[in-house]
């Protein structure tokens, strides 16, 4: 989904405003902490999941977990059922 909005003054800063819909497929609630990363060429918002890792287990492992399932969607699916 693409949408266009204009940028608008919050007090001393910039914001913008998104639809509920689009917050809504993404698990994103009134009230949720979200993620901002900026680079050159894009920024992104995701829902906060910040989790206590044990232990050992690097920072990046749920962004490897996600981009893994993603790429392996359908063999996943397929484990389920057996």
Do not use: C, W
């Not at 909005?5 to 914001?15: A, D, E, L, N």
């Not at 910040?50 to 996943?76: M, N, Q, R, Y």
């Amino acid at each position: 989904m693409s949408i266009e909005r204009k940028i608008t003054k919050i007090g001393k800063s910039y914001g913008v405003t998104l639809p509920v819909d689009m917050l809504a497929e993404h698990g994103i609630e009134y009230g949720d902490m979200v993620e901002i990363k900026s680079d050159k060429e894009k920024i992104t918002i995701r829902k906060n999941q910040k989790v206590s890792l044990p232990d050992g287990i690097s920072s990046d492992f749920f962004e490897i977990l996600e981009e893994t399932s993603k790429t392996h969607d359908e063999a996943l699916k397929q484990l389920v059922d057996k």
